[in-house]
T-cell receptor, first 112, second 112 residues
Framework: EDQVTQSPEALRLQEGESSSLNCSYT??????LFWYRQDPGKGPEFLFT???AGEEKEKERLKATLTKKESFLHITAPKPEDSATYLC?????????????FGKGTKLSVKP | KAGVTQTPRYLIKTRGQQVTLSCSPI?????VSWYQQTPGQGLQFLFE???????NKGNFPGRFSGRQFSNSRSEMNVSTLELGDSALYLC???????????FGSGTRLTVV
C-alpha cells in the first residue's frame, strides 16, 4: 500500500537547538516529494519539491534532503516563529499529478 | 498576486442536508485538487480536476462530488451530510510540480 510516515509526531525545541524531521515513503514510482508548513486554522504553505535521491533544497533555516525511501527536513537554529505543523506529501506515477499522499505531520514547538 | 480563494470559510449544516463549497484557483492554474483534513486521518485526497475533467478520485463515497468550470473555478458537493463529514476542506491549485500545490485557507464544515 502506498503510504507516507512522518516522525516524530511532535517535537519541542529550544530556540537555537537544531534538529531534523523525518518522512519515509513507500510508493511505486515517485513523481515528487513535497514539504509543507501548516499554521493553525490555515491551509498548508508550500516549502519545497524534491524529485530524486541526492537532491537538496534550502530556504532560510530549512534544508530538505531526499534519499530513495525517505526525506529529512533539517531546521537550523530554529526561532519561535518556526513553530507549526510540517507536512510531507508525495505525488506518484500510479496516481494523477494532483493526487498527493500526505503524512500525518510533525508538530514543532520552538520555545524562546 | 491573488492566492487560492475558498468560500465560505465556515459552514454549519444539519445531518441529511447537502452543501456546496467553492474554490477559485490562482489565475492560470488549470489543475485543482480537493482534500479533506481531520485530526484523526490527516489530509486525504478527494478528487482532482484538470481542464474541466476529473482526472482522479479518492476513496470517498459517492455522496462527495465535484466539478470544474471553464474558468478553472471548482466546486465540491456533499449530499446527505453525516456527522463524520465535519472537517476542514482544502482546495489546491498548481501550475507545475516545481511550484508545488498552493492551498487555500479551507472551508471549515461542521455537521450537527
Amino acid at each position: 500500500e502506498d503510504q507516507v510516515t512522518q516522525s516524530p509526531e511532535a517535537l519541542r525545541l529550544q530556540e537555537g537547538e537544531s534538529s531534523s524531521l523525518n518522512c519515509s515513503y513507500t510508493v511505486s514510482g515517485l513523481r515528487g516529494l513535497f514539504w509543507y508548513r501548516q499554521d493553525p486554522g490555515k491551509g498548508p504553505e508550500f516549502l519545497f519539491t524534491l524529485y530524486s535521491a541526492g537532491e537538496e533544497k534550502e530556504k532560510e533555516r530549512l534544508k530538505a534532503t531526499l534519499t530513495k525511501k525517505e526525506s529529512f527536513l533539517h531546521i537550523t537554529a530554529p526561532k519561535p516563529e518556526d513553530s507549526a505543523t510540517y507536512l510531507c506529501a508525495v505525488s506518484y506515477y500510479g496516481g494523477s499529478q494532483g493526487n498527493l499522499i500526505f503524512g500525518k505531520g510533525t508538530k514543532l514547538s520552538v520555545k524562546p | 498576486k491573488a492566492g487560492v480563494t475558498q468560500t465560505p470559510r465556515y459552514l454549519i449544516k444539519t445531518r441529511g442536508q447537502q452543501v456546496t463549497l467553492s474554490c477559485s484557483p490562482i489565475s492560470g492554474h488549470r489543475s485543482v485538487s480537493w482534500y479533506q483534513q481531520t485530526p484523526g486521518q490527516g489530509l486525504q485526497f478527494l478528487f482532482e480536476y484538470f481542464s474541466e475533467t476529473q482526472r482522479n478520485k479518492g476513496n470517498f463515497p459517492g455522496r462527495f462530488s465535484g466539478r470544474q468550470f471553464s474558468n478553472s473555478r471548482s466546486e465540491m458537493n456533499v449530499s446527505t451530510l453525516e456527522l463524520g463529514d465535519s472537517a476542514l476542506y482544502l482546495c489546491a491549485s498548481s501550475l507545475t510540480l516545481d511550484y508545488g500545490y498552493t492551498f487555500g485557507s479551507g472551508t471549515r464544515l461542521t455537521v450537527v
